[in-house]
């Protein structure tokens, strides 16, 4: 089984900056696709981006151009560094792994965007 551990959620204020983290551990393989879905009260988990061990990235057309994704494959570890942030951005942010049939999710981080 494959453990994440989000961190670096917290109480922005709009227009700032904010940095996630999530450290993978277990049963890893260096090939899979690691990515950020967030979840606002009342709303379906959407996807906010992915990434592939070799790098390649996607993004919700809503988040791209503020968000950057990036990964360490030495830690096991992706990033999710979010910028201009806005009050809409306000959600718990889920750490996603996944490779043909076995997919993880973290617990979560809330990530709260102030006005």
């Known amino acids: 089984q494959v453990q994440l551990v989000e961190s670096g959620g917290g109480l922005v204020q709009a227009g700032g900056s904010l940095r996630l983290s999530c450290a993978a551990s277990g049963s890893i393989r260096s090939i899979n696709t690691m990515g950020w879905f967030r979840q606002a009260p009342g709303k379906q988990r959407e996807l906010v981006a992915s990434?592939?061990?070799?790098?390649?990235?996607n993004y919700s057309d809503s988040m791209k151009g503020r968000f950057t994704i990036s990964r360490d494959n030495a830690k096991n570890t992706v990033y999710l560094q979010m910028n201009r942030l806005k009050p809409e951005d306000t959600a718990v942010y889920y750490c996603?792994?996944?490779?043909?049939?076995?997919?993880?999710w973290g617990q979560g981080t809330q990530v709260t965007v102030s006005s």
């Open positions: 996603n792994w996944r490779w043909v049939t076995r997919e993880y």
């Open positions: 990434i592939t061990s070799d790098g390649i990235t």
